[in-house]
């Protein structure tokens, strides 16, 4: 089974920009579908982004279409979220998230989870 590992976060000023990795160990990486979640105090774990074994197809949540970038690297085993124009709605614990099954990823129930790293943005 493929571990997960997240790092990246930091404080930015809002309209500020950072980069988020996720690095995987323990599995084939190209098996996985993998994805981006965030969890905002008090709030409920949501969607940020997937992105397909391959790296051809994506998908974004609304929210943040336009200023976020998901990524891979194969050859690196590594997933970067790029987050430009950041607001401070973006603050949240950031998990990184993978699955076999690409549908399980951008559905909300990826079965491999990392154990998140804070972003938060400030006025």
């Known amino acids: 089974q493929v571990q997960l590992v997240e790092s990246g976060g930091g404080s930015v000023q809002a309209g500020g920009s950072l980069r988020l990795s996720c690095a995987a160990s323990g599995g084939t990486f190209s098996n996985y579908a993998m994805g981006w979640f965030r969890q905002a105090p008090g709030k409920e774990r949501e969607f940020v982004a997937a992105?397909?074994?391959?790296?051809?197809?994506?998908y974004y949540a609304d929210s943040v279409k336009g200023r976020f970038t998901i990524s891979r690297d194969n050859a690196k085993n590594t997933m970067y979220l790029q987050m430009n124009s950041l607001k401070l709605e973006d603050t949240a614990v950031y998990y990184c998230a993978a699955d076999r099954s690409y549908p399980n990823v951008y559905g909300r129930v990826p079965s491999r989870w990392g154990q998140g790293t804070q972003v938060t943005v400030a006025s």
């Open positions: 992105i397909s074994w391959s790296g051809y197809s994506t």
